[in-house]
């Protein structure tokens, strides 16, 4: 059975540090990998989604790995904002089709 | 419309009440799922429709949960005889591809409180 498991489940910095969030699975038999940020009672935002056959993918400030075969992925934010402040949900896709989350790490960025 | 779209965004039901909470996805997505939320929890997965049919309901915790999506678009997921411990933020997603590829994109979720 897959499992995802994020650390830490909580964070706090301070503005302009770059930062690292962690994913396990582990499954390595996955389409793909979605990174989601989700604000308090709001829905999930689509930050990344990485396919099995890719290493990473980029969006402005953030940079997603994956490894595979250990069943790993980061999500890295550089010169962090007090906007970057959320949960931040990591997601893989096995063969069933239905994503399967993690419990999120939730990130303060202090100013 | 230019995302998924949810409703209620927040449902209070008496215990014993029967609820109903729509999607509506993005135009054309041919996947949609259903996930339930608990507080401080990841997303949990429901059930999944491709186009009008309900391929996977292995995620709905008893008979009470029913999900349809009649048309191939909107769907509606019904709550029969609420308890408690379905309070839940129960969120819809839709993907414009078939299962196992393409980017999923989610609502703002129903917020359920069973008092």
């Known amino acids: 059975k897959q499992e995802v498991t994020q650390i830490p489940a909580a964070l706090s910095v301070p503005e302009g540090e770059n930062l690292v969030l962690n994913c396990s699975f582990t499954?390595?038999?996955?389409?793909?990998l979605q990174w989601f940020r989700q604000d308090p009672g709001k829905g999930l935002t689509s930050l990344l989604l990485?396919?099995?056959?890719?290493r990473e993918q980029t969006s402005g400030r953030l940079n997603a790995s994956l490894d595979k075969s250990s069943g790993r992925s980061t999500l890295y934010i550089a010169a962090s904002q007090p906007g970057d402040s959320a949960t931040y949900l990591c997601?893989?896709?096995?063969?069933?089709?239905?994503?399967?989350f993690g419990q999120g790490t939730t990130l303060q960025v202090k100013p | 419309g230019a995302g998924v779209s949810q409703s209620p965004r927040y449902k209070v039901a008496k215990r014993g009440q029967d609820v109903a909470l729509r999607c509506d996805p993005i135009?054309?997505?041919?996947?949609l799922f259903w996930y339930q939320q608990a507080l401080g929890q990841g997303p949990e997965f429901l059930t999944y429709?491709?186009?009008?049919?309900?391929?996977?309901k292995s995620g709905l915790p008893s008979d009470r949960f029913f999900a349809e999506r009649p048309e191939g678009s909107v769907s509606t997921l019904k709550i029969q005889r609420t308890q408690q411990e379905d309070s839940a933020v129960y969120l819809c997603?839709?993907?414009?591809?078939?299962?196992?590829?393409?980017?999923?994109?989610f609502g703002e979720g129903s917020r359920l409180t069973v008092l």
């Open positions: 990485i396919q099995s056959s890719q």
């Open positions: 429709f491709q186009n009008e049919a309900q391929l996977d």
């Open positions: 499954d390595s038999a996955i389409y793909n």
């Open positions: 997601a893989v896709r096995p063969n069933t089709g239905k994503l399967i």
């Open positions: 997603a839709s993907s414009l591809a078939e299962i196992n590829t393409g980017e999923l994109f």
């Open positions: 135009s054309g997505h041919v996947s």
